[in-house]
């Protein structure tokens, strides 16, 4: 991890701090922490800094922390996915909290298997852990936000239009279209579909709502690099 | 997969395939194809075209096949990559091949474990497995190459010159170095490093080599995410 992330409940004093159990394993046997040492820490949601160990065993470690300085600034963008096979999804929500997405829409279509909606890795505390892990690679602090909508049409006819407004709407799909842009300033809704892609219909309701479809070129992506291609070009 | 590859050995007359195992299943699963069925060939490392199944059961399938496109262009690229973790290796082998690198070196580092370099994954028929999955992903037939480079030093002091000569050399590295450059036009020779950096005396030899270093931001990704990241802003 490239920044230690300190929970409301790790706090023993304002600026102390007591660890244990992935984060304890972490520091003794990853960065080979040991009294003195300084290391980047942030606050779950919060500002981030410095921290000090004060005390480091195999039970637990102590440290003195100083937190300063603003996380990172997020991307401007909502970001809709067609909800991935559950082993991706978890890669993929650790990247989009490393990539500094700030809310993530899950959603249903044609082509998402039903199982998929089955998986405790939609659990909010197995999509926190991922995201966690996310921030802690990038080196933020601020979770992103998960919304689930497992109903396509009501999404893309009553919430989407809203959604799009005043923001560059772009749904990535291999076919006849105009190339993603690059470097874009402003607010991004970008929708990227599953595996197999997304039915002419639902293709047809997101321009409706704003939409336009993008594409990356000839070669088909998987969704989880789709997703890291099509944000390093629009941002 | 989006197109089925054929290799030399499944041919049974000069348009004719028989195809058995993991494809075969492919077929019979995923696609549910049936006599009479159109699908998306290529052969491995030749051109690209239509297959219609003429029969198919559970014990072989047998395709009349006409091949008569070219696969899609390679990225003018020659991509080094301090070996990753296996796991991880298997991943960024797929996507290398499907983004279109036409050749990728494996190169030692200091923060490379000394274990990677004993992973099966590293074989060729594993390599080659990883590729042709790749490949399938993408829609090319044709394989990257890869080279194996186990001792930094004389690579960098002996080899790369050449590789960077009249090409944009270029060396992701997180810190106060220029953004990396956007949609580029001529060839590029681009090294990522490993989980936790190059170290300072890498990156000045690879600086003295002809590479310059160049950043994504102040967010540190993981090497397969940056991989991504990288080629779809370069590209």
């Not at 990535?172 to 197999?196: D, M, S």
């Not at 479809?213 to 390093?232: D, F, H, K």
Request: net charge neutral.
């Amino acid at each position: 991890m490239n920044l230690l992330l300190l929970e409301t409940d790790d706090f023993v004093s304002v600026d102390e701090v007591v660890l244990q159990g992935r984060r304890l394993q972490h520091l003794n046997e990853v960065h080979r922490a040991t009294q003195g040492d300084t290391l980047r820490v942030g606050q779950v949601n919060g500002r981030m800094g410095k921290g000090q160990v004060i005390e480091i065993n195999d039970r637990h470690a102590r440290l003195s922390v100083s937190l300063d300085q603003l996380p990172p600034p997020k991307l401007p963008l909502a970001l809709i996915l067609a909800l991935p096979r559950p082993k991706m999804l978890r890669r993929i929500l650790q990247n989009v909290a490393a990539m500094g997405v700030p809310r993530l829409i899950l959603l249903n279509s044609y082509r998402v298997e039903k199982s998929f909606w089955q998986t405790p890795f939609l659990e909010p505390d197995a999509t926190r852990e991922q995201l966690l892990l996310g921030l802690e690679q990038g080196r933020d602090t601020v979770l992103p936000e998960i919304i689930i909508e497992q109903r396509f049409k009501p999404f893309a006819e009553d919430r989407l239009p809203e959604l799009t407004c005043e923001t560059l709407g772009l749904v990535g799909h291999p076919g006849p279209y105009a190339a993603c842009p690059r470097a874009v300033t402003g607010p991004v809704t970008l929708a990227i579909g599953p595996e197999g892609g997304w039915i002419p219909y639902e293709i047809e309701k997101l321009q409706e709502a704003g939409l336009q479809p993008v594409q990356l070129g000839e070669r088909i992506l998987r969704v989880e690099n789709a997703v890291t291609a099509l944000l390093a070009r629009l941002f």
